[in-house]
């Protein structure tokens, strides 16, 4: 049974299970149990580490490896690679989309980030 989690020991368990259900049917328990691994995962490191250094395109990256997601999951593949590749900026959908999915707060995701022009 999963709680709050307080320390870096809960934190670390936390995320050791995690990588233990990282591949598992949606659907299914043990989904629901990596759902809720996320949630308490991610609102420990809101919490303890501050993420103002990175900017919102790098956590949404981390934030897909770290809950086994990949690009076709967050939406139309074209778009979402012009994203992650600095070319397209994120509009307010795509925002609220991440925000919910990967549990990055939207204020976070509204900072301004350098887009790369040309090609």
């Not at 994120?90 to 980030?113: N, W």
Request: hydrophobic fraction near 35%.
């Amino acid at each position: 049974m999963w709680y709050l989690l307080y320390n870096e020991a809960d934190y670390k368990k936390a995320l050791q299970r995690f990588e233990e259900l990282k591949n598992v049917e949606r659907g299914t328990d043990e989904h629901k149990e990596k759902m809720l691994l996320v949630n308490l995962i991610s609102e420990y490191e809101t919490k303890t580490f501050p993420i103002s250094d990175i900017d919102p395109i790098e956590m949404i990256k981390i934030r897909l490896e770290e809950f086994g997601y990949n690009q076709n999951e967050l939406g139309n593949k074209s778009t979402i690679s012009k994203v992650l590749n600095y070319k397209q900026p994120l509009s307010l959908k795509m925002i609220r989309e991440f925000s919910e999915k990967l549990k990055i707060p939207a204020e976070f995701l509204i900072k301004d980030y350098q887009l790369k022009v040309g090609h």
